[in-house]
Nanobody, 116 residues
Framework: QVQLVESGGGLVQPGGSLNLSCAHSGSRFNIKAMGWYRQAPGKQRELVATITSRAGTTYENFVKGRFTISRDIAKKTVYLQMNSLKPEDTADYYC??????????WGQGTQVTVSS
């Protein structure tokens, strides 16, 4: 199991930016993918973006061109840079990590509110 700690959420105006961070406790040699989900009030949790151990990235259509997922191996941290934020991006954002034994670990979540 990997311990994950998210940070960087907050309140931002429409059109603004936030950079979420997810620090993990695991070995990069044991993690095959990490990413972000989000869950808006009253809605199901949905995938946002993924980065694999080979740094391949995927994005859901609703964030393409606005969000960027990246990682810093030395800092054991994955980031989600969110630009051009919209009110519909308001949600709790959760980091996850998939290990080679097919176990998925979750962070505690960080709240993002986009409002004027």
């Amino acid at each position: 199991q990997v311990q994950l700690v998210e940070s960087g959420g907050g309140l931002v105006q429409p059109g603004g930016s936030l950079n979420l961070s997810c620090a993990h406790s695991g070995s990069r040699f044991n993690i095959k993918a990490m990413g972000w989900y989000r869950q808006a009030p009253g809605k199901q949790r949905e995938l946002v973006a993924t980065i694999t151990s080979r740094a391949g990235t995927t994005y859901e259509n609703f964030v393409k061109g606005r969000f960027t997922i990246s990682r810093d191996i030395a800092k054991k941290t994955v980031y989600l840079q969110m630009n051009s934020l919209k009110p519909e991006d308001t949600a709790d954002y959760y980091c996850y990590a998939d290990t080679l034994d097919d176990f998925r670990s979750w962070g505690q979540g960080t709240q993002v509110t986009v409002s004027s």
